[in-house]
């Protein structure tokens, strides 16, 4: 139960930080076009990418997890582009 509490101290950062990465993994057309046309989707997509990559490392920060230090593993969550 000592993970349980733990949890509960920070679901509402936990929550926020869930959110946060499902919104930054939504396709939001509208801003990647806005991107496209002021030409730099290289750099939303490099910004996005290490938003992810800053909100994953502190989640699990505050679950107690390890963070890699080489970040080698990381999934890249433009591909899709």
Known sequence: MDSQTSSR???P????????LRDLHTR???IRHRA???GCTKELLAVQ???VDYLLAKKGQLMGQATPSGNSDTRNYNSFV
Do not use: G, K, N, V
């Open 9 to 11: 101290i920070h679901s």
């Open 13 to 20: 950062t936990l929550d926020a930080i869930q959110l946060m």
């Open 28 to 30: 939001h057309d509208e």
């Open 36 to 38: 496209a046309f002021r």
């Open 49 to 51: 990418q290490e938003l």
